[in-house]
């Protein structure tokens, strides 16, 4: 009899070695809680975010939009069609004119900071009359023009920069009037002379106070990359531009 107790012992503790409880949801006692740390939350896209006033990814600009920004802050070109001032025939565009090259310099020089933009905007809107002139009329400097009325050094710069320019440049660098009627063959040319200027001839610490958007890191830019003052007339086209490139 004992030894037919002992049999059935080591049959059912060999059963058991053999075939051990599984450790799975069927058990009955709950599955301890893991004790490693949790994984942290995933980080926000940092290709986002840009702290204010610094420049992101370039994003495309509504014609309409900016059409309506340049009748905002130039209001003379709201007037279709453009109607030519004295001693400027053919000068003249008006803001439905105006927008495509305007938006076509900022994506090609990559201005993406609202304040860089109203600065480049009230500088055209007041240097050419509100886009009635492309050339010095007053008094008539020679070779001075361009919507942002550049010097002739550089406007030649600026003409070797753009490469289906720079070509037919060379001969021509002496003769400012034949450089500049280079750069107002194209409306894209003509337009895209401040962006040009201030993404070449403005030093790092100029663009960083610019874009800020305080009225000192924008007399900054007119005194150490213009070569002007913030006058009230400038202070003025700023401030309506300021505004309007908010719906940019």
Not at 102 to 120: D, G, L, R, V
Not at 132 to 141: A, D, E, L, S, T
Request: proline share 9%; with cysteine; hydrophobic share 35%.
């Amino acid at each position: 009899m004992r030894f037919f107790t002992a049999t059935i012992y080591l049959l059912l503790a060999s059963y058991a070695s053999a075939n051990p409880v599984p450790k799975d949801d069927c058990n009955d006692i709950p599955a301890a809680p893991s004790t490693l740390p949790a994984p942290p939350p995933p980080l926000p896209s940092q290709a986002t975010s840009h702290p204010t006033g610094t420049p992101g990814p370039s994003s495309s600009i509504s014609k309409d939009k900016m059409i309506e920004v340049l009748k905002e802050i130039a209001p003379a070109s709201a007037k279709e069609p453009c109607v030519s001032a004295a001693k400027a025939e053919g000068q003249c565009r008006s803001a439905s004119q105006a927008a495509e090259p305007i938006i076509h310099s900022f994506e090609k020089y990559k201005i993406t900071s609202k304040p860089e933009m109203a600065a480049i905007l009230s500088l055209i809107a007041l240097e050419s009359g509100e886009f009635k002139y492309q050339k010095n009329v007053f008094p008539g400097r020679p070779g001075q023009g361009t919507r942002n009325m550049q010097m002739p050094n550089f406007n030649a710069l600026y003409a070797k920069s753009i490469p289906e320019l720079a070509a037919k440049i060379g001969p021509k660098t002496n003769n400012v009037d034949a450089v500049l009627d280079m750069l107002l063959s194209k409306d894209d040319y003509d337009f895209g002379s401040a962006a040009w200027f201030l993404t070449t001839q403005c030093t790092p610490a100029v663009r960083t106070a610019l874009q800020s958007g305080s009225e000192e890191g924008w007399s900054k830019y007119l005194t150490e990359c213009i070569g002007t003052t913030a006058a009230d007339e400038r202070k003025k086209y700023w401030t309506k531009a300021m505004e309007s490139v908010k719906s940019l």
